[in-house]
């Protein structure tokens, strides 16, 4: 028996993304296409025959992305382990969510399941398979036009095992298209570095091929499709995981290049933007977090809420139309962090909680206290209440007005208010969810920097050193300047408080905790220090900071000298389903196999 064709429920869908601003009308018109016909007929006798049927393909591509599950996972997978958050609203109606703010994680939980990426990552196999032969026969469909096609579905197709393999280590890679019953699918895991120097390697291949500016006509796409930026970011962030530092920085400064260019160009046409010198941060390409005389959140609004911000490299957009709730809305963020009347799922931790209402700046364990109580950050990323919770502010306001008058700061805004679809909760959010920004790029460059520290005591060394912590402390300076409250910055940081590797990487960990919290990164940057460090050390003390008796618990869990197993323990167990269809999977050996409950 063939398998219905894979694309049945995606073809029309894909097709209005294409057309419109990538997802102002997704849910909008279907096709005789969703009718289910033997897949071999439709790839050689109906579908791949003209441009616009790779392009409709493409399109689906990131509709896939957008989906509730896929973003739910890049939350989770993110954050779900980390002291910024514990349980919220309603955990009672998930169990396993619970289950993961409590480090008791099986094999059995439904968040370790990652069918949604294979998913997608076998679309980009198919259409890499037959785009060629579309180009063979569609004239219209010029060489330097598939190049960008394959660029583009490369490119997610490498995010997506990037995800797969931050997460769960060593995974099944393949980059065959899977289009029949009688192909092989049960293949055992490939080792994390070898996948990502797969990865590394493909997109060295094709970056020169991708698109680097799209027309101006369809700014959304800038930001909301692969780009040559996007990416040099996934270059950026892939070296650095890999350990080769230097090429870290290159791409690195090859965004950094570009985004400052572009912002030029950007500013140049605006009439407001004149206040905004080009060395107000350091010459680095940040817009200004100034709202009015002493009121601040422009930057969040920027970014958060309008979307499509001269900052942003590659984002998952939504549709920012309230009315009837008919459009595609990131239903992820919003039930797990909140809407604004519903409270999410996930609340932000006490740490966190208490670094916003603490009196004393010699109490804050996340914010600094050279920056006194003038950081943005603090009420732009958790601070607004439902009823008796504390929710997550960012991505769930959709406005912040602060004001910096005071000696602290204070925060109003706006949220995004409805809660109910046909009497039915509905957690409407059109936030876009961001994969890249400049800031996390700088930070990355930051981060490589201090791994290009040398060793010794000499003059020369010392000159060195210098001068790369310098570098590495002026891109963590440009961060934290932009986030303080203030028309002229005093509480800045300090130069002279990092003056070694070590207290730099600390200040790099700390702004990158700072700056982008609740953005899917946080655990993904503890996971890549301890692999670095071949030691778990500043994983366990951010672990002391979760909450409860599952403080200890995590610690003890990730113990490099407790846990024989810490380096599987700090990645995800396989879902348990998947090792008994795929015999030459082997479970994760830090997590019960799923035939119990307990953690081995």
């Given amino acids: 028996m063939k398998r219905p064709y894979i694309y049945k429920k995606v073809k029309g869908l894909a097709t209005a993304l294409v057309l419109a601003p990538l997802s102002a009308s997704l849910f909008s018109g279907c096709s005789d296409f969703l009718d289910i016909k033997p897949q071999t007929e439709i790839i050689h006798e109906e579908f791949w025959q003209e441009k616009s049927d790779v392009d409709a393909i493409v399109a689906g591509l990131y509709a896939a992305l957008e989906a509730d599950p896929l973003v739910r996972r890049m939350i989770v997978w993110g954050e779900g382990r980390t002291e910024n958050v514990m349980a919220g609203s309603d955990i009672d109606k998930d169990v396993n969510l619970n289950n993961i703010f409590k480090e008791s994680i099986t094999a059995k939980n439904s968040y370790c399941t990652w069918d949604g990426f294979y998913n997608i990552i076998n679309r980009c196999n198919i259409i890499l398979k037959y785009a060629p032969e579309v180009a063979h ?45 009688s192909q092989k699918m049960d293949l055992p895991a490939t080792p994390f570095a070898t996948v990502l120097d ?193 929710n997550i502010t960012k991505f769930v306001m959709k406005d912040v007005i602060i004001d910096g008058s005071g000696a602290k700061l204070s925060a109003t805004g706006t949220a995004y208010n409805y809660a109910k679809k046909n009497n039915v909760e509905y957690w409407y959010t059109s936030s876009n969810w961001i994969i890249y920004r400049i800031t996390d790029i700088m930070l990355l460059k930051a981060e490589a920097l201090c791994q290009l520290t040398r060793t010794g005591d000499d003059a020369d060394t010392k000159k060195y050193n210098d001068s790369i912590l310098t570098a590495a402390f002026d891109l963590v300076q440009a961060v934290n300047d932009r986030a303080l409250c203030e028309a002229v910055p005093t509480s800045r940081l300090a130069k002279a408080n990092y003056n070694t590797k070590e207290k730099m990487e600390t200040l790099v960990l700390q702004e990158r905790h700072r700056e982008l919290m609740f953005e899917g990164k946080r655990w993904y940057d503890l996971v890549r220090r301890s692999l670095r460090d071949n030691n778990t050390s500043v994983l366990q003390e951010a672990m002391l900071n979760r909450e409860g008796p599952n403080a200890q618990l995590a610690k003890a869990f990730f113990s490099d000298k407790a846990n024989a197993n810490w380096k599987w323990a700090i990645f995800w167990p396989y879902f348990y389903e998947e090792t008994l269809v795929n015999k030459n999977l082997k479970a994760n050996p830090a997590y019960s196999d799923g035939n119990d409950s307990s953690i081995k």
């Fill in 198 to 390: 797969n990865l590394i390697a493909d997109l060295e291949r094709v970056k020169g091929n991708a698109i680097a500016r799209y027309s101006t006509n369809k700014p959304a796409y800038q930001t909301g499709r692969i780009t040559r930026d996007a990416i040099y970011a996934m270059l950026c962030e892939m070296y650095l995981w890999q350990g080769n530092y230097q090429q870290s920085c290159y791409y690195a400064d090859l965004v950094i290049a570009s985004k400052t260019q572009f912002k030029k160009e950007q500013d140049s046409k605006s009439t407001t933007a004149s206040s905004e010198s080009a060395d107000q941060f350091g010459g680095f390409p940040l817009v200004s977090n100034v709202s009015a005389s002493n009121t601040y959140g422009k930057a969040y609004n920027d970014i958060f809420v309008d979307g499509n911000s001269v900052e942003t490299i590659f984002e998952l957009v939504y549709d920012n139309t309230e009315a009837g709730h008919s459009m595609l809305s990131n239903s992820a963020a919003g039930q797990l962090y909140g809407n604004g009347v519903l409270p999410g799922r996930m609340a932000p931790a006490n740490i966190v909680v208490n670094d916003i209402e603490s009196e004393s700046t010699d109490a804050y364990k996340i914010f600094s206290k050279e920056n006194g109580k003038k950081d943005a950050r603090m009420v732009q990323n958790a601070g607004f209440v439902i009823g008796s919770q504390v």
């Fill in 137 to 181: 026969r569609d004239p219209g469909y010029t060489q330097s036009e598939l190049k960008a096609t394959e660029a583009e579905v490369i490119a997610i197709r490498s995010l997506c095992y990037f995800y797969l393999i931050r997460t769960f280590r060593d995974v099944p890679y393949t980059t065959e298209a899977y289009i029949d019953d």
